[in-house]
């Protein structure tokens, strides 16, 4: 199981990230200061970081000329809120992999940090399966009784929430925070929108509706 490191000090935006990609599988180690990140990557046991820029005590890109200094090829995924080119440029000549600016779409993250993390990990972790289901996070190949089906990338990422949460109800804000992002308005219907397509291309029965709760998919 890959185990990811994340220096942000925006409390709200590292919450979330923890909770998502626990969600997915992972394991999450949080630190606020680039200091403490510097170190605890340095040291080893990580698979990926997730770095913001603006760090107190010490800096998000000088945590990444270090790492890089000493020679160190942890993958760095950059996420701030930089958007200038010249920031851009900077980070990746300095050693960084990938690089996302807030706000971000969570399924978009997922994806970059599937990228970074292939090879990590063992088949399993890469395939989904809950009841008649497969989900295979790489190719992006989702098939029901052997039968293959397309999905949009919103589509995809609404299944995964559900299949990796199978027998648990979730309401429409978890499916919301934990599919697509923290910046959807809690009070729009795309949840029971997708919900319905995902019904039409899976079978009617596969996802449940507790009125006033929210979803679950059965197993």
């Keep these: 199981m890959a185990k990811i490191l994340i220096a942000e000090d925006d409390a709200r935006i590292a919450s979330f ?78 050693g960084a992999d990938d690089y996302m600016t807030k706000p971000f779409r969570f399924e978009e993250l997922l994806a970059r940090i599937r990228a970074r993390l292939r090879g990590v990990g063992t088949e399993e972790s890469r395939v989904l399966v809950a009841g008649p289901v497969r989900l295979d996070l790489w190719s992006r190949e989702v098939s029901v009784r052997g039968r293959a089906v397309a999905l949009t990338g919103r589509e995809f990422a609404l299944l995964e929430t559900l299949i990796r949460h199978a027998d648990r109800v979730l309401s429409r804000e978890q499916l919301l925070s934990q599919a697509w992002g923290y910046d959807f308005d809690p009070s729009t219907n795309l949840v029971n929108v997708y919900v319905s397509t995902l019904r039409k291309k899976l079978g009617e029965n596969v996802i449940e509706t507790l009125r006033g709760f929210g979803y679950r998919l059965r197993t």
Excluded at 38 to 61: C, S, Y
């Design 17 to 94: 990230l923890q909770k998502g990609l626990q969600a997915n599988g992972w394991v999450t180690v949080h630190v606020e200061d680039g200091g403490e990140a510097e170190q605890l990557a340095l040291g080893g046991g990580f698979d990926l970081l997730i770095l913001d820029i603006g760090l107190p005590g010490r800096g998000g890109f000088e945590v990444l000329q270090a790492l890089r200094a000493r020679g160190h090829r942890l993958p760095v995924l950059v996420l701030t809120g930089r958007a200038q080119v010249h920031d851009v440029v900077a980070c990746l000549d300095a």
